[in-house]
């Protein structure tokens, strides 16, 4: 599958949401407009006048040959899926995390969404790129059903996919949450927050409360803690990210709790 050719869906349908929408693999035309609402709230643009400019910035910047060229690097890298891969720009000054703002992404097993601005440095781009393909790999190593997954999974999710940026891209390009606590915050919070609550689907609201620490708990509790579980791992076991691709997550708690 590989990169899909979205620069030229956009350049012939700008303004026709509905055609493009529909174009995505697995999305009917009746789907197509709640699926991009979906899609907007992890940063897929509105058509205007301003990311129109963004769009024409991807495009001098030639941003799909450069998906295309990670696509290669990481695929071969990892031995990972061969999915569909959806560019597009990002919502102006949209940030998921309050930090790095004007990228975004999402991962969704057979297909990866990423929304980009030329704003940014290419090894923003990269991390992005790295950050979600690492999930669609680890999705495939694991072979749950998405039902299975749990709060614990998801901890390890995050945390494994801002390690695999560190290890690739530089820790320079790690958002600010990955060392914005010490490790004695974490294991406290761990403790007062988190460990009662691991079995916990997506589908429960308590879950993204913790993984994205809302409300009166720390901001990015569950990523954070998930970074910080893999790097004690990864020195403990002197692995990188290939050799713990498929790891259960267990493995890392067992090893983390010890």
């Known amino acids: 599958m590989g990169v ?3 620069k030229e869906w956009l350049m012939s349908h700008w303004d026709e949401t509905l055609e493009w929408m529909s174009k995505i693999d697995g999305i009917s035309e ?7 609402r ?11 006048k301003r990311t129109r400019s963004t769009f024409e910035g991807l495009v001098q910047k030639k941003a799909w040959k450069e998906m295309e060229r990670l696509f290669f690097k990481y695929k071969q890298l990892w031995n ?4 569909g891969i959806y560019l597009f720009p990002v919502q102006s000054n949209f940030s998921l995390f309050g930090d790095r703002p ?27 790129f790295v950050h979600e393909y690492h999930h669609c790999a680890r999705m495939e190593k694991l072979e749950k059903r998405e039902e299975e997954y749990r709060l614990l999974d998801s901890i390890l999710f995050e945390g494994l996919a801002e390690f ?11 958002p600010s949450w990955c060392k914005q606590y010490t490790s004695a915050d974490i294991k406290k919070w ?20 913790i993984l994205y620490g809302k409300g009166m708990l720390p901001s990015m509790l569950g990523y954070a803690t998930g970074f910080a579980i893999v790097e004690e791992c990864a020195k403990k076991w002197k692995k990188g990210t290939k050799e713990m691709l498929a790891l259960p997550a267990e493995t890392f ?6």
Request: hydrophobic share 35%; glycine share 6%.
């Open 4 to 6: 899909y050719n979205t």
């Open 30 to 36: 009746r789907e197509a407009i709640s699926f991009y």
């Open 38 to 48: 979906y899609l907007q709230q992890h940063g897929m643009f509105a058509p205007s």
């Open 80 to 83: 990972g899926p061969d999915i």
């Open 102 to 128: 004007n990228k975004s992404g999402l991962a969704l097993g057979d297909k990866m969404f990423l929304f980009l601005s030329p704003d940014v440095d290419k090894e923003q781009w990269e991390a992005v």
């Open 164 to 174: 695999a940026v560190k290890e690739y891209v530089g820790e320079k390009w790690n």
């Open 190 to 209: 761990w403790r007062s927050y988190v460990q009662d609550h691991l079995m916990l689907s997506k589908q429960n609201p308590v879950h993204d409360r």
């Open 253 to 258: 708690l067992k090893e983390w709790n010890q």
